[in-house]
């Protein structure tokens, strides 16, 4: 039988209530957005966590399909055949810098060389991976990307490294001088994502969190010198990209796009925790909530700053914070921990994939739709190695990755031959991405 066409816009009504529907087959090209292609949604979100891993203990042994999962990546086991791990590669122009922790971070998406600044002239060198995939997929959802945190931008200079410290709290870059700035309490980004649903006006949505950073740049103002307000304006200025970026939906006509979640049958995350914990799992629940409803198609996300002073003293074995657990010094009472925290990291990033994959999409699910990175800058702690950095890439791109399987790439082969190789996965047409020198072809279907 022919399948009758629906509109995006198709609602169940009964009872009073109206429930939007999921994206279905039968809407084709009428689809949310109005995307032309009449597929399922194509999304990328990059996770990202500080001060790398326990080395030894991460990388299989064996490469291909049918690898034995090592200590550090035994929470994938119920995912392993949705993932990824790939290894070799690193990210050349902020490896050979010296500096331990902000030019590899802020660098982790655009593989390129930060200016080393106290925050006169803030510049990474290039856009982020995540920014060229909202070029392509940001025109068809509200939100041409979405980014999230746990912890504030941290401000002042860290004197051991001469660099601003605002560099460790970004790896997503709209323009080389503007860090996009990003959400840290579950409930503001819960709230934003309900009035963008409901249809209001959604520049409103993002109004407590640039009130709250205008109190507090007033009564800074005063106090500081010229470089610093200058600093301060710079980090303003990464903020108002967002209230834009939002305030280009009131110029869209609502009909072009409708959300695929009824946001009132949701609740509500209650406010803003203070246990790490629950925080990071709240805000992962947001972004798979974000690519439900097809609010985004592309987000980031930081578990923690660089040089994050959180203490993981909730884990059991562990007793201490990160950064200062990463200088373990080839102690074993300290390795224990950093490998305990970098477990941790992994089952986080195993409980977003699981969420999605949850979700039905057509005749599969939101995983199958999507690519899913996640990774540090380092490799350890300890030296600040930047060589054979840990990275798993999960979801299989509307059937374009390959998944299920360990990619040992040649040492010191570009991180960003990986990015290429997921911008071109959801559908970018870029034939080069920073010092790339091709996709990795054993990942593409």
Known sequence: MKTRRITRRTVLRGAGAALALPWLEAMGSAHAGGDPTGVAPQRFAALFFPNGVRQEVWTPTETGVGYSLPRQLEPLASVKEEVSVVSGLWNEASGNTGDGHYVKDAAWLTGTTI????????????????????????????????????????????????????????????????????????????????????????????????????????????????????????????????????????????????????????????????????????????????????????????????????????????????????????????????ELIAKWHVAQYVYLLEKLRSIPEGEGNVLDNSAILFGSALRDGNSHSPHDLPLLVGGNAGGRLKQGQHIASTRDNPMANLLLTLLQAVGSPVKHFADSSGPIEQMLA
Not at 224 to 237: F, I, K, P
Request: net charge neutral; proline share 4%; glycine share 8%.
């Open 115 to 338: 200016t080393k600044t106290t925050g006169v002239n803030l510049n990474s060198g290039g856009r982020s991976a995540d920014q060229i995939a909202a070029e392509l997929l940001g025109k068809y959802t509200p939100l041409p990307s979405m980014e999230l945190g746990t912890e504030p931008v941290s401000s002042g200079v860290d004197g051991t490294v001469g660099y601003t410290r605002v560099y460790g709290a970004h790896i997503a870059w709209r323009t080389p001088t503007q860090p996009l700035a990003k959400e840290i309490n579950p409930r503001l980004a819960f709230d934003r994502m309900t009035l963008i649903a409901s249809g209001k006006a959604e520049g409103r949505s993002n109004r407590p969190l640039l009130d709250r950073v205008s109190e507090e740049a007033h009564s800074l103002r005063n106090k500081l010198g010229g470089n610093d307000r200058h600093r301060l304006e710079q980090y303003l200025e990464s903020v108002r990209s967002l209230e834009k970026r939002l305030e280009m939906i009131e110029s869209t006509s609502q009909n072009a796009w409708q959300s695929k979640v009824d946001f009132s049958s949701r609740a509500a995350p209650a406010g803003d925790p203070k246990d790490h914990v629950e925080r990071t799992r709240l805000m992962l629940d947001m972004i798979a909530l974000a690519l439900e409803a097809d609010i985004t198609r592309v987000c980031t996300f930081m578990f923690g700053n660089s040089v994050s002073s959180i203490n993981f003293s909730f884990l059991d074995g562990v007793e201490g914070a990160h950064h200062e657990l990463s200088h373990h010094q080839g102690k074993e009472e300290k390795l224990a921990q950093y």
